[in-house]
């Protein structure tokens, strides 16, 4: 008999570590390499980014990703921004996702970033050469979309305008170096064709905004302010609280809270709210599944938009978008 217990013993151990090995390895598959993702947008701290940070914290818990959410100032130069980049994955980054300040003229930049680690590009598309690897995509609005729905908006508040009467118009273009705010102001224009507007100034991003705004509606007055993304929304809403010129309708595309408040104060018409939570959280979502199974292939991802004034501002959908929880 003892002999038995003998003969069993090291079977009885063996099939232990067998036992052991495969909760070890189960363990592993279920939580996987704690990988870390690196985020860097143009003055991060800003109110506008808030509902997109929100989807980046979430997709983060969800997927167990280390969030590095990069603190940057205002970003216009392309070489800075790459070099901010590298910075990041020489300190650890298994993936990055950026908003480019600049859209042509990039692809060796793009395919020398992509080489090393996975990019999702937001906001706008960039530039790049064919990616045979799926290493880098965009999480952006259909930014054409975007444009006309602004414009659709003009034209439904100025139908009884007569034909003959001009529209003097003010646009606050955004960064016009990013093929999304060309595409915004090609489907603005397309949408307003039949409308008699008259273009009285056009100011595009520069860390000068505030001031061009100012020079340029003092010389040529705008009875119509169209902006073509947040950050001009809240430079032209400033300008016209400052300036008491509350004669003038504002149009345009944006997410932040500032905004809102001015949406509930009437001082803006109509407002375009991009769904930036959802680009946060789709971007470093496909990023986590290309990292934890690298045959994996990033794509192309288009975010929804919504129309909001005042009529609609806090109905349930659009408080969402503004206001997003991170369970």
């Keep these: 008999m003892n002999e038995d217990k003998e003969f069993l013993r090291p079977i009885v151990v063996a099939t232990l570590i067998v036992i052991m090995f495969c909760l070890v390895m189960l363990t592993k598959g279920i939580n996987p390499e ?15 980014w808030v509902p997109f940070k929100a989807g980046l914290e979430q997709a983060a818990k969800d997927n167990g990703i280390e969030l590095d959410y990069v603190y940057t100032d205002y970003i216009d130069n392309i070489q800075e921004e790459v070099s901010l980049i590298n910075s990041r994955i020489s300190q650890g980054a298994d993936g990055v996702i950026a908003e480019f300040c600049l859209s042509e003229g990039i692809h060796e930049i793009v395919s020398s970033i992509s080489a090393r680690v996975p990019v999702e590009f937001v906001v706008t ?13 965009t999480v952006a609005p259909d930014n054409y979309a975007v444009g006309r729905a602004i414009g659709n908006e003009l034209v439904i508040d100025l139908k009884n305008r007569s034909e003959e009467e001009s529209i003097k118009v ?14 915004r102001l090609k489907g603005f224009m397309d949408a307003t064709e039949n409308l008699n507007l008259e273009i009285v100034w056009n100011v595009s991003e520069s860390r000068y905004t505030d001031e061009d705004i100012e020079k340029s509606d003092a010389k040529n007055p705008a009875e119509v302010i169209v902006c073509l993304d947040n950050d001009s929304m809240e430079k032209a809403v400033d300008y016209c609280s400052k300036a008491n010129t509350e004669n003038k309708s504002i149009y345009g595309s944006g997410c932040s809270e500032k905004l809102v408040y001015y949406i509930d104060s009437g001082m803006i018409d109509s407002m375009i709210l991009t769904n930036d939570f959802s680009m946060g959280y789709q971007s470093l979502s496909d990023l986590a599944l290309k990292l934890q199974n690298r045959t994996s ?14 009529d609609n501002l806090f109905g349930e959908d659009n408080q969402q978008i503004l206001f997003p929880i991170v369970r």
């Design 34 to 48: 704690n990988y870390k993702i690196s985020v860097i947008v143009s003055n991060s701290s800003e109110g506008r």
């Design 125 to 137: 598309t960039v530039e790049a050469d064919a990616d045979v690897r799926g290493n880098h995509a």
């Design 170 to 183: 003010g646009m606050v273009s955004g960064n016009q170096k990013q093929f999304g705010m060309q595409q």
């Design 297 to 310: 292939v990033l794509e192309d991802r288009e975010i929804s938009f919504s129309v909001v004034n005042k």
